[in-house]
């Protein structure tokens, strides 16, 4: 995890199967600048736009086997390599960009389902690429990871709500906020109401759900792989019952998983393992 970036996924932990780091370490530091170059410094929009378009042409000349421009060499040298080797699928990178590009015209989603679209793109080909790396191709597999990761963007969304509505932007379906009398107002200034407390609760519930119904996949893949996604599922749960215990006031306040909170994230990783090699196959709910 990094201290300044909550991460959807681990970056190259120990328990990554080692001939695969060099792999993964690349592709996260293509979507880590990537997203920095939306989001990060004073840069206005229009350049952000320019950096980005830059930023892509640079990743179709690795993927057409010819050379980058040296702006990014710490980003393209060590992808350039991985991409030949593993045969990464450029859509789904390109899938990333398409979705850092939209963050810079579009802070508001009408509904659900406008919501998942973005996260189609913005964390499902992360979970996707890695099952590329571990040759895991069959379709329930794909699916279970794209639940897996969507939940995890929203997770990351509900914890930052603190952040992210001081600058304008707001990831909490428009339509939820008229079932729970949540006005864009409200939002904006950071009101802990009984209201906005109430659509949080929702929201995770929702997320919730999602992580439950893509767990299996992290019962299926063997070894340190299996236990890595593990600790990855129950790190979402762990932040949905810290925002849980909090009262769903994250308008207030951003909860974070810290060191203390390691021991019991491996024990129910652990003993999620555990209960599908007993044949009981369920995602330890923490």
């Known amino acids: 995890m990094s201290v300044d970036h909550y991460e959807n996924f681990p970056v190259a932990s120990v328990l990554c199967p080692p001939a695969l780091r060099p792999a993964i370490t690349a592709i996260y530091g293509f979507a880590r600048t990537a997203d920095d170059l939306a989001d990060e410094g004073d840069a206005t929009p229009a350049q952000r736009a320019a950096d980005l378009a830059a930023y892509r042409e640079d990743l179709r000349c690795v993927a057409r086997g010819h050379a980058p421009s040296p702006r990014w060499a710490s980003v393209f ?6 991409f030949r080797r593993h045969h990464l699928p450029l859509p789904l990178l390109e899938a990333l960009l398409d979705a850092f590009e939209q963050d810079l015209h579009q802070s508001r989603y009408a509904d659900r389902a406008e919501l998942l679209r973005y996260c189609e793109r913005s964390a499902n ?3 996707r690429l890695l099952l590329h790396l571990y040759g895991v191709r069959d379709d329930d597999s794909l699916t279970r990871s794209d639940e897996i990761c969507s939940a995890l963007q929203l997770i990351n969304f509900w914890q930052d709500c603190s952040r992210d509505h001081p600058r304008g932007r707001i990831y909490l379906p428009r339509s939820d906020w008229a079932r729970f009398r949540v006005s864009e107002e409200m939002l904006l200034a950071g009101r802990d109401t009984p209201e906005t407390r109430a659509l949080i609760a929702d929201e995770v519930a929702w997320a919730r759900a999602m992580m439950l119904d893509g767990a299996p996949l992290a019962l299926r893949l063997p070894g340190r792989t299996g236990l890595e996604l593990r600790l990855v599922v129950q790190g979402g749960l762990r932040i949905l ?12 306040a951003r909860p974070k998983i810290g060191a203390w909170d390691a021991p019991g994230l491996l024990w129910r990783a652990v003993r999620m393992g555990r209960g599908a090699r007993e044949g009981r196959g369920r995602a330890t709910r923490t």
Do not use: R
Request: aromatic residues 4%; negative net charge.
């Open 77 to 82: 040298g060590p992808l350039a390599p991985v």
């Open 241 to 252: 019952d810290k925002i849980e215990a909090m009262g769903f006031a994250t308008l207030a």
């Open 125 to 127: 080909p992360v979970g």
